[in-house]
């Protein structure tokens, strides 16, 4: 490991962004004091609701936005200090695809590359264009590209001046199941190779499935940091759904002390929490009760859960 390389791809420090009141509204605070730390390698989740400071916070890492208050640095350059640098070590991948549809692929990224300096013999266009899927429509006018072909290009767009981090701030929103696998299997080779990735996205499973750590914010604030094991194991409750063999109209007495539920005659469904209760507990009242089960099932506590858990939980700033 070399002396040289920053622990953490992002730190973030007291980081408060407060917007400026109109004649309708007054100041509105968008970030509240954030802390943040993502390790260098890391595949790091951002999630929180709409509105809940994701966007902002993006912002101001890629100094598009001036903080309020705070610090913040990008590859161990402070954003104000060393901006260039800073900027330099980041490349976001942003919601709206912003292309110019006259260009080609290949002159999108030959612009890019000239805008942040890399000189010509060092640019990659034809492997960033290889690595998304689009050598084939490297010459063709970017208005002629499908919605998934663009967000693509937006992927190597970011990439031209190889940052070693990456945001992708919902990369798949609109984008069939086939092209979404393909990009993430792009982002992982990436990450594999050193790439520090940082996700935004609503679609909580993508995040489960990808990341190592998730940070949920809300309200300006992260209410939660924490690798993605850790983060599921919050929630204290399990569901076991059982099949049985034959119809019942009630539930014996010995199963209803476990919370469970008849939602058909022949399928009980019983939530429970496993540091209270065992499934051989259950499965042992079940065969007591003279019960035979055909099927059996259970369905783990998922991101969305624990997600949802957080939100409501922390109380809205009046």
Not at 2 to 7: F, I, K, N, R, V
Not at 182 to 206: D, F, K, M, P, S
Not at 284 to 300: F, G, M, N, Y
Request: hydrophobic share 45%.
């Amino acid at each position: 490991m070399s002396a040289s390389l920053p622990a953490n791809a992002v730190e973030v420090s007291g980081l408060v962004k407060t917007y400026a009141g109109t004649k309708k509204a007054g100041p509105k605070t968008a970030l509240k004091g954030i802390d943040l730390a993502i390790p260098r390698g890391a595949m790091f989740g951002f999630l929180g609701p709409n509105g809940a400071g994701k966007s902002t916070l993006i912002n101001i890492l890629a100094g598009l936005v001036v903080k309020t208050a705070g610090s913040a640095k990008v590859w161990g350059y402070d954003i104000d200090r060393d901006t260039r640098k800073a900027k330099s070590a980041i490349g976001v991948v942003p919601q709206e695809l912003n292309l110019d549809p006259f260009f080609t692929p290949r002159e999108i990224l030959e612009v890019q590359a000239g805008l942040y300096g890399v000189p010509k013999a060092e640019r990659r266009t034809n492997e960033l264009l290889e690595a998304v899927g689009l050598a084939d429509k490297g010459d063709a006018y970017a208005r002629t590209l499908s919605g998934g072909m663009r967000r693509r290009l937006m992927v190597a767009k970011a990439m031209v001046h190889a940052p070693p981090v990456l945001i992708l701030d919902e990369p798949t929103a609109g984008v069939d199941i086939e092209l979404r696998q393909a990009l993430w299997r792009y982002v992982r080779e990436l990450n594999a190779r050193g790439t520090t990735i940082v996700l935004t996205t609503h679609y909580l499973q993508e995040a489960e499935e990808l990341c190592d750590t998730i940070a949920i914010i809300n309200h300006g604030e992260v209410v939660a940091c924490e690798p993605t094991q850790t983060l599921l194991a919050r929630t204290d409750a399990k569901e076991l759904w059982l099949t049985l063999d034959r119809d019942v109209a009630a539930l014996p007495a010995s199963l209803v002390a476990f919370s469970a539920e008849l939602p058909s005659p022949r399928k009980v469904v019983i939530r429970y929490q496993p540091s209270r209760a065992q499934v051989g507990e259950i499965l042992a009242a079940v065969a007591a009760a003279d019960l035979r089960i055909v099927d059996l099932s259970t369905k783990e506590t998922d991101l969305e859960d624990v997600f949802l858990q957080l939100v409501r939980e922390q109380p809205r700033a009046a």
